[in-house]
């Protein structure tokens, strides 16, 4: 995890069952592990009312582990922005008593708080658990376009190719770092590149 | 009487300068010969006749040509202004604090005349006669924010107070020194704040906090932040600092004098009637080295923050590049003899 950091950067926890009547849950990768530990605190027939969405990434584990939990509805995608339609519907048909549980890596957790803050849930009431690579969504202060799976400090923009600085401040609204022109005022100066966000 | 606007510009070739009256009434932000961040707030009441506290928003001889650096930017990137959908209401009560406050303040200038909603706005210098309902966003050419804002010195947050915090939900923000209104909008007070270093620890931050959500309808209040900028650029965005950024790099010990900037920016905190939110201006305030040492106590004052700023904070505000160099032709006009208590020039 992040050593010493500033405020705007978000802080992740672990999920633990929450009373309500469904539960929703947005996971990829290795976040399939914070659910499956979660299963194991939870309360018999706790998965009778959830809905589970699954981005398994490219090696496609953790499937069946997460079917075996046997939820109401269980959703496997190839990647979140196939997902989202489906997560924005689920979110806008929502009663109270809605319980939404994120897990995985930052991107996957940042772009479906954004969309459920865009529903009116607010980022207090939702359950986080980071699992998985550090990589990061990055949006470029300069011309605005998100570069994602940043890996690297600095990073390239991969719309205007200007070298930014990845910084710690983050937006949920727009569910990303920032990214700021590194060499701004002399383009002469290359800083080395470090593969720092695995 | 009334204000002579300049005709100056802010970008390519520079001209903005101040008339020697706007040099005795720049507000320097050094009340002794060091610096360090405090929680420097205070009642924002009226200040000494010909002072930058004249009025309590404060419009001068660079008002005409700002407005006009303020619509290049934003047809250049209309992101500086927005609104997320619940201020409104907000914006509104912006547009009545900012056309009383000017229309008092300079009666020559500006006139606000109300026949209950029907109200009519006339602002001489740039040229504006508009009759518009209170409350109808369709009678007026912008949102009321934009429309206002667009006719006022200084950038513009508007925040909304919920929860025990204070919400950056809407804003103008085009003269802002390296922040971004597009990245940060939505944020808490916390969270907007949270590339400052040091200020953090020492508390500084949960006790503004604590004051501003404690400011009463009328009973304004105000700080003095302030930084450095090579040539009189408005618009030192980070949106924009790959095309500023170089002109940290063109400082030479014979050009000091007239690209090295103290920007001074005089914050003002307002609690909003009928939103409960606060609005919170940013006038920037700009003179270059060769006008700010015609005072001879700014000058030797100057060199001494300058020379013992924390590398920290010098790193933060930027000027780690031209630090030496500017400290070097300070360090001529410093003999070492005592400054006076106060702001003030002698």
Redesign the interface.
């Known amino acids: 995890m992040a050593a010493k950091s500033i405020i705007s950067r978000p802080v992740y926890g672990t999920l633990s069952p929450q009373p309500g009547k469904h539960h929703l849950f947005v996971t990829d990768a290795e976040g399939a592990l914070a659910i499956t530990d979660l299963a194991a605190k939870a309360p018999y027939g706790f998965f009778a009312d959830a809905h589970i969405i699954f981005i398994p990434g490219q090696d496609g584990r953790h499937v069946a582990a997460l079917e075996a939990l046997k939820p109401a509805q269980f959703y496997q995608g190839p990647s979140f922005a196939s997902a989202l339609p489906r997560l924005k519907q689920t979110l806008a048909n929502a009663h109270m008593g809605l319980r939404l549980y994120l897990a995985g890596t930052e991107g996957l957790i940042g772009q479906a708080m954004q969309a459920a803050l865009e529903a009116g849930i607010d980022h207090t009431a939702i359950q986080t658990e980071h699992r998985g690579s550090l990589a990061r969504r990055i949006q470029c202060v300069h011309c605005k376009g998100i570069t994602e799976n940043v890996t690297t400090q600095p990073a390239t923009c991969s719309h205007c190719g200007l070298l930014l600085l990845v910084r710690d401040h983050y937006s949920r609204r727009l569910a990303a770092f920032q990214g700021v022109c590194i060499n701004a005022e002399d383009r002469s100066e290359i800083p080395p590149t470090e593969e720092i966000f695995r | 009487m009334g204000i002579t606007f300049r005709k100056e510009t802010f970008r390519d070739d520079f001209t903005f300068k101040n008339s020697p009256e706007h040099i005795r009434r720049f507000p320097f932000p050094f009340h002794e010969d060091s610096y360090m961040y405090a929680v420097n707030i205070e009642p924002h009441v009226l200040g000494p006749k010909g002072s930058v506290l004249e009025n309590l928003i404060d419009v001068d001889e660079h008002y005409v040509a700002e407005m006009q650096d303020r619509a290049l930017v934003l047809a250049e990137d209309p992101?500086r202004c927005q609104s997320l959908p619940h201020m409104t209401l907000a914006g509104w009560d912006l547009l009545e604090l900012l056309m009383e406050q000017q229309a008092l303040g300079y009666p020559e200038h500006f006139s606000l005349t109300r026949d209950g909603d029907r109200w009519r706005w006339i602002n001489r210098p740039l040229g504006i006669d508009d009759s518009f309902t209170f409350g109808d966003v369709s009678t007026l050419p912008y949102g009321p924010m934009e429309y206002i804002t667009r006719q006022s010195q200084g950038d513009f947050c508007i925040l909304d107070q919920r929860d025990g915090n204070l919400w950056m939900d809407a804003g103008m923000v085009t003269t802002q020194a390296d922040w971004?209104l597009?990245?940060?909008?939505?944020?808490n007070f916390?969270?907007?704040?949270?590339?400052v270093p040091l200020a953090?620890e020492k508390g500084i931050f949960v006790r503004a906090l604590k004051f501003l959500t404690n400011i009463q309808q009328g009973k304004p209040a105000r700080r003095l932040n302030w930084t450095m900028t090579i040539n009189p650029r408005l618009d030192t965005s980070?949106?924009?600092?790959?095309k500023w950024?170089?002109d940290?790099?063109t400082v030479t010990p014979e050009n000091v004098g007239d690209k090295v900037h103290l920007r001074v920016e005089l914050q003002s905190f307002w609690r909003l009637p009928r939103s409960n939110g606060i609005v919170f201006p940013i006038r920037c305030y700009l003179i270059k080295m060769d006008e700010l040492v015609t005072q001879p106590k700014w000058a030797r004052r100057l060199h001494r923050v300058i020379r013992d700023l924390p590398e920290e904070l010098a790193n933060y505000k930027g000027l780690t590049?031209y630090r030496a160099t500017l400290v070097e032709w300070l360090s001529k006009l410093d003999d070492g003899s005592p400054t006076s208590p106060g702001f003030g020039p002698d």
């Open positions: 992101l971004s597009d990245f940060d909008i939505g944020m916390f969270e907007w704040h949270a590339p953090h980070p949106e924009n600092y790959h950024g170089p940290r790099t590049r």
